[in-house]
């Protein structure tokens, strides 16, 4: 039986033109604020990718067996994990040729060797922004501005969440574990998943106590206001100079989006378990529909140092093109003409009224409107049948009397009215 690798998709023409939608709405936003695009090779050298996510994220790699002369050696190459690391490597290699700070986005797919599950895939787009050469948190308030008005314009509701990497290294040192940050972050990004009883259990086989897991837990579950809980951390992280930073940081970006009448919260317990992370980080969550994070990103400060260029700071978003796609389709949020292809169908009678159609179609193409003639002089059931399965809402009939007048018979498909009209009559109608 003929079947497609689980955790991926095929695309119908409607899903197609649903997912151009969403890629063509977050392509303009990025436009807006001055972005320019890039494409990186859907696979990479393994060493540019191994180490750059974490364990976690190494074991989902998709691995390239090598072929001729080298069939027999370890795999050198994998699939993109994400854009991010291939972006760091792409400023190192081109960095000459670049101007800083450098505003790109990128469209392509990614892959992860996941357990496929509701919203997961092993194939998925990204859809990335990201500026580098600039420490400015002014770029952590535009990017949040590209997510508040992206999500505006799907007419989705969503919840901002932002929190930083930098008040997680203050909660370490507070529970005097500092140097199991990593441990203490990854098992923290799981909290949604899988409970806080069960992080806490992940955190003790890492080597913490009770008594720490306990200290971490009213941290984790802090509510209030933004106000109310920068406040109460800064009273918890008054003795970490990297804690407070990372306060100070938080209230500037929050400070400067309220001016822009953007809102975000606060979430203490995000954590995002990507390792090259340092300053602030976000996450976007729909509110209307059960599925994961659809939108996520941060600040990282040496992503390029891995690659022999440090000392490049960069902050980044990405949004999840598919989840968003599932988000809109259950929430019917497409426009309508998103989805509507051909505008107007000919209908074929024969060799001399297709001669005949052929100058209209150029007319109307030239004029912006999407039509088509049927190939086949077949059975008007059959041409009918083909505009109703297209969702093409007009025909155009051309016989003998309207080659006589110059004129073509236009038929409403949903109405069933009909009018014989010019070329130009129906360029202005449509």
């Known amino acids: 039986m003929v079947s497609i690798p689980k955790g991926t998709r ?48 190494d074991k989902l790699l998709f691995r390239i067996q090598n072929s001729g002369e080298k069939a027999t050696l370890a795999p050198e190459k994998g699939l993109r994990y994400d854009l991010t690391v291939p972006f760091a490597r792409y400023v190192v290699m081109h960095r000459n040729d670049l101007q800083f700070p450098f505003k790109r986005y990128q469209i392509q797919p990614v892959w992860r060797a996941d357990r496929p599950q509701k919203g997961r895939y092993r194939e998925f787009y990204q859809c990335d922004a990201d500026v580098v050469g600039s420490d400015s948190l002014l770029n952590e308030v535009e990017l949040m501005q590209i997510v508040d008005t992206v999500f505006k314009k799907f007419g989705v509701r969503v919840e901002i969440k932002i929190n930083n990497r930098k008040i997680l290294t203050g909660i370490a040192e507070m529970i005097g574990e500092a140097d199991k940050i990593v441990d203490i972050t990854v098992a923290i990004d799981k909290l949604d998943k899988i409970g806080m009883e069960n992080v806490k259990a992940e955190l003790m086989e890492k080597g913490l106590t009770e008594e720490q897991c306990s200290k971490l837990e009213p941290v984790l579950t802090l509510s209030g206001s933004n106000t109310e809980k920068l406040a109460a951390m800064r009273e918890m992280l008054r003795d970490s100079e990297t804690g407070l930073k990372g306060i100070d940081e938080l209230e500037f970006i929050l400070s400067k989006l309220s001016k822009v009448d953007c809102q975000l919260s606060i979430d203490l317990s995000l954590a995002r378990g990507l390792n090259y992370y340092t300053g602030a980080i976000f996450e976007v969550k729909a509110l209307d529909v059960q599925i994961g994070s659809i939108t996520g990103g941060g600040r990282y400060d040496n992503l390029t140092g891995i690659f022999g260029m440090p000392g490049v700071s960069g902050v980044g978003i990405s949004f999840g093109a598919d989840r968003i796609f599932d988000v809109l389709n259950q929430l019917d949020l497409y426009p309508k003409e998103t989805i509507t292809g051909t505008q107007l169908l000919f209908i074929n009678f024969g060799d001399k009224e297709a001669e005949y159609c052929l100058p209209l179609l150029r007319q109307l193409r030239d004029s912006g409107i999407r039509c088509e003639i049927y190939p086949d002089a077949a059975k008007m059931k059959k041409q009918m049948g083909y505009a109703n399965a297209k969702q093409i809402p007009f025909v155009a009939l051309v016989g003998e009397n309207e080659m006589n007048e110059g004129k073509v018979t236009l038929k409403n498909m949903e109405t069933g009215e009909q009018m014989m009209l010019t070329c130009n009559e129906i360029i202005d109608r449509l």
């Not at 997912?19 to 050298?45: C, H, W």
């Open 10 to 57: 095929d695309f119908s023409s409607i899903e197609m033109a649903k997912r151009n939608y969403i890629f063509d709405t977050i392509k303009s936003v990025y436009q807006l604020y001055g972005y320019q695009q890039i494409e990186t090779p859907a696979m990479e050298q393994l060493s540019t990718l191994m180490g750059k996510y974490g364990e976690e994220g």
